[in-house]
């Protein structure tokens, strides 16, 4: 069955630092991965997606994505974290061999501490 | 573009009752899902439609349902409520299948009482 885990329920970083939100994934198939960000009281937006190509994807804000095929994750980092990155992030698979359901992880809080 | 949009807001129903949320996909949008968020769940998917067919479902109980109308707007209704069900309910419009991205609504809140 296909799955997403975020292993870090919060991340906190200091403000400049890097930062590296974690997520692994089990699929049957081929992967299409995606991080998305939720900012308190507002919607989910996307930020980035890996479907086929370059490993490393770059997305909205500064923000990207390594993928990793053989340990299967797809790590969110950004050189220097601003405070207002702080948000709650959810990385998501949607497997094109199986049931092309999406797949969310639990959610990983970022706190950026000025 | 407007974004997605989602009504109610916010509800609060009776258990035993009966609810109907609508959601309207940004224009050009066919596809659309649906979700459930809760703090201890994380997004459990629910269904998704494409061009008035129910592409996938989650693992939810069949009072759990919803249907795409010919404009693309979606409902999804839940009957015979459970204290359970309440959560933030999300909607999310993609172009199209497959790769695209989605864009959520901003949720409609549902507490059962």
């Known amino acids: 069955a296909q799955s997403v885990a975020q292993p870090e329920d919060q991340v906190n970083v200091a403000e400049g630092n890097p930062l590296t939100v974690k997520c692994t994934y089990s699929?049957?198939?081929?992967?299409?991965l995606f991080w998305y960000v939720q900012y308190p009281n507002r919607g989910l937006q996307f930020l980035l997606k890996?479907?086929?190509?370059?490993?490393l994807v770059k997305g909205s804000y500064g923000f990207e994505a390594e993928f990793n095929k053989s340990q299967t994750s797809f790590h969110l980092k950004k050189p220097s974290a601003l405070v207002s990155d702080s948000a709650l992030y959810f990385c998501?698979?949607?497997?094109?061999?199986?049931?092309?359901?999406?797949?969310f992880g639990t959610g990983t809080r970022l706190k950026v501490l000025a | 573009k407007a974004g997605v949009t989602q009504t109610p807001r916010y509800l609060i129903k009776t258990r035993g009752q009966q609810v109907t949320l609508s959601c309207s996909p940004i224009?050009?949008?066919?596809?659309v899902s649906w979700y459930q968020q809760t703090p201890g769940q994380g997004l459990q998917f629910l269904f998704e439609?494409?061009?008035?067919?129910?592409?996938n479902k989650g693992n939810f109980p069949g009072r759990f349902s919803g249907r795409q109308f010919s404009n693309s707007r979606s409902e999804m209704n839940v009957s015979t409520l459970e204290l359970g069900d309440s959560a933030l309910y999300l909607c999310?419009?993609?172009f199209g299948e497959g790769v695209d991205e989605q864009y959520f609504g901003p949720g409609t809140r549902l507490t059962v009482t």
């Open positions: 999310a419009s993609s």
């Open positions: 699929v049957s198939g081929n992967p299409y």
């Open positions: 890996y479907i086929t190509g370059d490993n």
């Open positions: 998501a698979v949607r497997d094109y061999s199986g049931t092309y359901k999406y797949i």
């Open positions: 224009s050009g949008h066919r596809s």
């Open positions: 439609y494409f061009s008035e067919t129910q592409r």
